[in-house]
């Protein structure tokens, strides 16, 4: 049985074309839980790697003043990773394989995250 943001991230991936997995993370790196048809062990250690590029990148903005991140994409040759800040030092992943329809994913990660938010109270 998925907890509430487990259902939430199974919820994305199913609903975006060609999703892979989806994750709620701390800026840590920590998982608070996650959705993926991909070994857990690997998907973890995916979440954790984005964790600390996501505080770098962070951090660089903040020093900038440029304000906080609102969604990222990284791609690359197999896989893209859109991310988003959820609520402070929590963000939401979804990881889509090419082509990705970069529309709909943003979308349906917005529609997580807000979901993320309220479960979070």
Known sequence: MNSPFGEILRQAVLATPGAV???LA?????TVDSWSNWEHEEWLLLTAH????????????????FGDI????FR????????????GDY???????????LG????RLQTAA???????G
């Open 21 to 23: 997995g989806g994750a």
């Open 114 to 120: 807000d979901s993320l938010r309220m479960e979070m």
């Open 76 to 87: 690359y040759r197999t896989l893209d990773l859109i991310i988003q800040l959820v609520e």
């Open 26 to 30: 701390a800026s840590d790196g920590e």
């Open 104 to 107: 709909v994913a943003a979308s």
């Open 50 to 65: 984005f964790g600390v590029v996501i505080n770098h990148i962070r951090s660089a903005l903040h020093t900038f003043h």
């Open 70 to 73: 609102k969604l990222l994409q």
């Open 91 to 101: 963000y939401g992943i979804l990881a889509i394989a090419p082509p990705v329809h």
